[in-house]
């Protein structure tokens, strides 16, 4: 069985991007119906952007979001990541990528209630054989880095949801991934809160060198971007640079 994605060498491609999606197509069928969720988007993410993919809801962010993340599968289209072409993975190596490559941020959190923050933030790294003891000290550090140094014992429920969220951004950093993933992350928090998480993904992208991509309708991402993708009914309506919006802080789509 393979250990990492260097057994497909023949799929793998130039390392300019961390993500390079090409013609992106994905329908449903409901009844006579034809859903374009997305229809025919194409970007590239160099190493160490940040960028922000925003547009209203039912806009088609949170399905380029899944299928960038590999999970989920275009109806038609290529999503390349580090190089590799994610549909040619069979499903031990899409796992493999999943948890070496990139760290998911969810919405809703998405931790185990029944797990400590720390063990939380272990798990990813449990899950591709980090040494027991090592895995406890990184996730204690990572834990520190977000500032809850103090609070590795709480459960999510003991939590806010603000440090719920900064539990989750210490995850998705538990295996050093070239690209994060975060899916409406400041959705379910309160203004402030979200201004914390917005900074904390800054400073990971700036000091960690780590490719962020977000889906969002929220304007607070604005100023932390490098590019913002607007996307509007399935395709890509405009690609602009940070300095040419000009939108209020606090706005939302």
């Known amino acids: 069985m393979a250990t990492s994605l260097e057994a497909v060498p023949a799929i793998r491609r130039k390392l300019e991007y961390v993500v ?3 013609d992106i197509k994905k329908y449903y069928k409901m009844g006579k119906i034809i859903v374009k969720a997305l229809d025919g988007i194409s970007f590239n993410v160099k190493r160490g952007e940040y960028v922000s993919i925003m547009g209203p809801s039912g806009s088609g962010k949170t399905t380029l979001f899944n299928m960038i993340g590999g999970l989920d599968k275009p109806t038609s289209g290529k999503v390349y990541i580090e190089g590799v072409d994610i549909a040619m993975l069979d499903a031990y190596e899409l796992a493999w990528l999943r948890a070496n490559t990139i760290g998911y941020i969810f919405q809703t959190f998405n931790l185990i209630p029944v797990l400590t923050a720390l063990e939380n933030v272990m798990l990813p790294m449990i899950f591709v054989g980090t040494p027991y003891d090592q895995a406890i000290e990184k996730a204690k550090k990572l834990l520190e880095m977000v500032g809850l140094g103090k609070f590795i014992h ?3 429920g003991e939590l806010s949801g603000g440090q719920q969220q900064r539990v989750a951004a210490a995850r998705a950093l538990a295996n050093d991934p070239a690209l994060i993933l975060a ?4 959705g379910n928090l309160d203004l402030q809160t979200g201004l914390h998480l917005i900074n904390l993904l800054k400073k990971i992208n700036t000091e960690k060198k ?3 991509v977000t889906a969002t309708h929220d304007l607070k991402m604005v100023d932390v971007s490098d590019r913002i993708i607007w996307i509007r009914d399935g395709r890509i309506e405009k690609i602009e640079l ?3 919006i000009k939108a209020e802080a606090g706005e939302e789509v």
């Open 183 to 186: 899916d409406e992350p400041t």
């Open 210 to 212: 780590v490719t962020v």
């Open 242 to 244: 940070r300095r040419e």
């Open 20 to 22: 390079e999606a090409i």
């Open 154 to 156: 709480h459960k999510p």
